[in-house]
């Protein structure tokens, strides 16, 4: 397996504009998560869904961000309209049942830049 | 609510000498905790985890932690420290809320570095 992959590895890109961020879990993984890492805040767990369903959001910043996974081998995080301070390196993470007593497996994240 | 400490921000060791990275946890329940490396520009990777049994966790690249209830740490361990160790801790613990979750919480990270 080539691993949780997600695309594109660095994003730059003008306040207010959308950004996509793309997600492939590992086959047969049911969990999926989205962080996000930056040197003030460390790694915050954004969202994260089970069964390609949403279960817990709280850590969603603010409306302008939505996540969704249509189906269990893709999933997209959006930033609409985007904001320099959202700038960080965004993660996706899958794991299967118990993956909280199996752990995660990452990705190698995208760096997102809004200049 | 579960939550995890790393104390230290950063870690210098020389190569060749024992390691430590220390872990505090805070849980309700049997706690299940975990320890991850980040390498830089790459995702979080896991190293190993305890769940119950041996308080000696041995994991990946000769990496071991220490379970003590009592004092409820997870500290990570490694008995002769390599140059290629250096790079970024995270400590973990499984969330629970009414029941336990499938959600890791993550520490603030500890930055190992190792000097040759």
């Known amino acids: 397996d080539a691993g949780v992959i997600q695309s594109p590895r660095h994003e730059v890109t003008e306040m207010g504009q959308e950004v996509t961020l793309r997600c492939k879990p590992i086959?047969?993984?049911?969990?999926l998560f989205w962080y996000r890492q930056t040197m003030m805040r460390g790694l915050e767990l954004l969202i994260y869904?089970?069964?390609?369903?949403?279960?817990?959001d709280s850590g969603m910043p603010e409306d302008r961000f939505s996540a969704k996974m249509p189906n269990a081998s893709f999933s997209t995080l959006k930033i609409q309209p985007s904001e320099p301070r959202d700038s960080a390196v965004y993660f996706c993470?899958?794991?299967?049942?118990?993956?909280?007593?199996?752990?995660?497996?990452f990705g190698s994240g995208t760096r997102l830049t809004v200049v | 609510a579960q939550s995890v400490a790393q104390p230290e921000d950063q870690v210098n060791v020389a190569e060749g000498n024992p390691l430590t990275v220390k872990c505090t946890y805070s849980?309700?329940?049997?706690?299940?905790l975990f320890w991850y490396v980040q390498y830089p520009n790459r995702g979080l990777q896991f190293l190993l985890k305890?769940?119950?049994?041996?308080?000696l966790v041995k994991g990946s690249y000769g990496f071991e932690a220490e379970f003590n209830k009592s004092q409820t740490s997870f500290h990570l361990k490694k008995p002769s420290a390599l140059v290629s160790d250096s790079a970024l801790y995270f400590c973990?613990?499984?969330?629970?809320?009414?029941?336990?979750?499938?959600?890791?919480?993550f520490g603030t990270g500890t930055l190992l570095a190792v000097q040759p």
């Open positions: 973990a613990v499984r969330d629970y809320y009414g029941g336990a979750t499938n959600k890791l919480i």
């Open positions: 869904f089970n069964n390609n369903v949403p279960i817990d």
């Open positions: 086959s047969g993984h049911d969990y």
């Open positions: 993470a899958s794991s299967s049942q118990g993956g909280g007593t199996y752990g995660y497996t």
């Open positions: 849980v309700s329940g049997n706690p299940y």
């Open positions: 305890y769940i119950t049994g041996d308080n």
